[in-house]
């Protein structure tokens, strides 16, 4: 088995600075990770490409809040966006879609096809799937490169893990916390996710919205400290093996 990866999952150009320095090996780019992420904009993609030093961006593509079951329209949407993300010289992509309990695979085979050389993750939405081993056998003949996967649930974890066998990556991603590093690792994962987030003051003088109240006082962005914590424990958890 080679290195475990570590991407960091951003959302504003302090993120992407951040990634640059600590020298990452990718970036998932999205925007309103305090709702489990959504498509950034162009202009977004575009300064995260153009940020030196940056490492290869993958870029979230999911279209509002909410489930994974998408309408036609929506669909028609995530593929509009796609062809934006490769125009705009991202690295990958990263999307996901469920129908009925299942993976959604017209979804996934229209996402791989507009992807065209780039690579494609299949997102958290393979947590909502009660038997994630016919998950992987779906998503690998769709030719999707990997599935993030809950980090939460070991056992899950793992099981995806042998499913895959090789054939697809799992990257592990949602609870990621330096002293779980060690466990994720021995699942045989081949990537480890996280945002790494911490509040900052923002303070809002009127109400926006009902998830954005007057007087609201923080917002969330990358906390450099716990992410380069977690790099240097991941890199700490592979050193025996590497010298094996």
Same mark, same amino acid.
């Given at each position: 088995?080679?290195?475990?990866?570590?991407?960091?999952?951003?959302?504003?150009?302090?993120?992407?600075?951040?990634?640059?320095r600590?020298?990452?090996?990718?970036?998932?780019?999205?925007? /309103?990770?305090?709702?489990?992420?959504?498509?950034?904009?162009?202009?977004?993609?575009?300064?995260?490409?153009?940020?030196?030093?940056?490492?290869?961006?993958?870029?979230?593509?999911?279209?509002?809040?909410?489930?994974?079951?998408?309408?036609?329209?929506?669909?028609?949407?995530?593929?509009r966006?796609?062809?934006?993300?490769?125009? /705009?010289?991202a690295?990958?992509?990263?999307?996901?879609?469920?129908?009925?309990?299942?993976?959604?695979?017209?979804?996934?085979?229209?996402?791989?096809?507009?992807?065209?050389?780039?690579?494609?993750?299949? *997102?958290?939405?393979?947590?909502?799937?009660?038997?994630p081993?016919?998950?992987?056998?779906?998503?690998?003949?769709?030719?999707?490169?990997?599935?993030?996967?809950?980090?939460?649930? !070991?056992?899950?974890?793992?099981?995806?893990?042998?499913?895959a066998?090789?054939?697809?990556?799992?990257?592990?991603?949602?609870?990621?916390?330096?002293?779980?590093?060690?466990?994720?690792?021995?699942?045989?994962?081949?990537?480890? *996710?996280?945002?790494?987030?911490?509040?900052?003051?923002?303070?809002?003088?009127?109400?926006?919205?009902?998830?954005?109240?007057?007087?609201?006082?923080g917002?969330?962005?990358?906390?450099?400290?716990?992410?380069?914590?977690?790099?240097?424990?991941?890199? !700490?958890?592979?050193?025996p093996?590497? *010298?094996?």
């Amino acid at each position: 088995m080679g290195m475990v990866d570590f991407e960091l999952a951003v959302q504003d150009t302090h993120g992407l600075r951040v990634a640059a320095r600590l020298g990452v090996d990718r970036v998932e780019l999205g925007t /309103a990770l305090a709702l489990g992420g959504l498509t950034p904009s162009r202009g977004l993609i575009e300064t995260a490409v153009e940020t030196p030093g940056i490492p290869p961006v993958h870029v979230l593509v999911r279209p509002r809040p909410g489930g994974f079951d998408y309408e036609p329209d929506e669909t028609t949407l995530i593929l509009r966006d796609i062809r934006n993300v490769r125009a /705009a010289g991202a690295a990958g992509i990263v999307v996901g879609g469920v129908r009925e309990g299942r993976v959604d695979a017209d979804l996934v085979e229209r996402v791989v096809a507009a992807a065209g050389e780039l690579p494609v993750t299949f *997102h958290r939405a393979f947590d909502t799937l009660a038997d994630p081993q016919r998950a992987v056998e779906t998503l690998v003949p769709l030719g999707v490169r990997r599935i993030l996967a809950s980090a939460t649930d !070991l056992d899950r974890l793992a099981g995806a893990v042998d499913a895959a066998a090789g054939r697809i990556e799992i990257m592990a991603g949602g609870g990621v916390r330096p002293d779980l590093v060690d466990e994720i690792v021995r699942t045989g994962v081949d990537a480890i *996710h996280a945002s790494a987030k911490h509040t900052v003051g923002a303070p809002v003088g009127v109400t926006l919205g009902s998830s954005a109240q007057a007087g609201s006082q923080g917002r969330e962005t990358t906390d450099e400290r716990q992410a380069a914590q977690i790099m240097a424990t991941l890199r !700490l958890a592979q050193a025996p093996r590497n *010298h094996a």
